[in-house]
């Protein structure tokens, strides 16, 4: 004859007093909380990109509508949504630790990204800077926006 199986539960201090109002009011602060920190970090993203390449960005991206720089602020900035995203889902709910991650391993992708692409222009002699004079979109330009992707995804997964 078996035993009978004991059937236990888990205590959560305070689990039983929450209201659904309380349980809706902390995640949207959470989403809250996470959405104002991934903007600052791709606002932070951003002006690192602006420091990379001569000349002013939105200036390029806006008035001159450089292709090349598009393509690379893009990609740089989709990237760093990768890892924001995954430093989120990573958190597993814990509200503190999990803005302090994303924020952490969102300054890690910038300055993972910003040294490909030094690393791109003295390993492989694409330079930014030239690409970057140039009005139609080119090959080189490609190749840095798929490293952007590629090195968002990576570290993405690593965070995971």
């Not at 740089?76 to 995954?86: C, D, N």
């Not at 492989?124 to 140039?134: M, P, Y």
């Not at 009005?135 to 995804?153: E, K, N, S, Y």
Request: proline share 4%; glycine share 10%.
């Amino acid at each position: 004859m078996s035993p009978t199986p004991v059937q236990t539960t888990t205590y959560v201090p305070g689990a039983e007093t929450l209201s659904l109002a309380e349980i809706l009011g902390r995640g949207a602060l959470a989403i809250a909380s996470y959405a104002a920190l991934g903007v600052i970090l791709l606002i932070i993203g951003f002006y690192v990109i602006d420091l990379a390449i001569p000349g002013k960005l939105s200036r390029l991206i806006k008035e001159d509508r450089n292709p090349n720089a598009t393509l690379l602020a893009c990609s740089g900035l989709a990237a760093l949504g990768l890892i924001v995203a995954a430093s989120i889902w990573s958190s597993g709910g814990a509200l503190h630790e999990g803005l302090l991650a994303t924020l952490v391993f969102g300054l890690v992708g910038i300055a993972v990204q910003t040294v490909a692409m030094i690393a791109f222009d003295r390993v492989a002699g694409i330079s930014v800077r030239e690409l970057v004079k140039e009005p139609d979109l080119q090959p080189g330009a490609r190749l840095l926006a798929v490293t952007h992707l590629a090195i968002g995804l990576i570290t993405a997964v690593a965070v995971l």
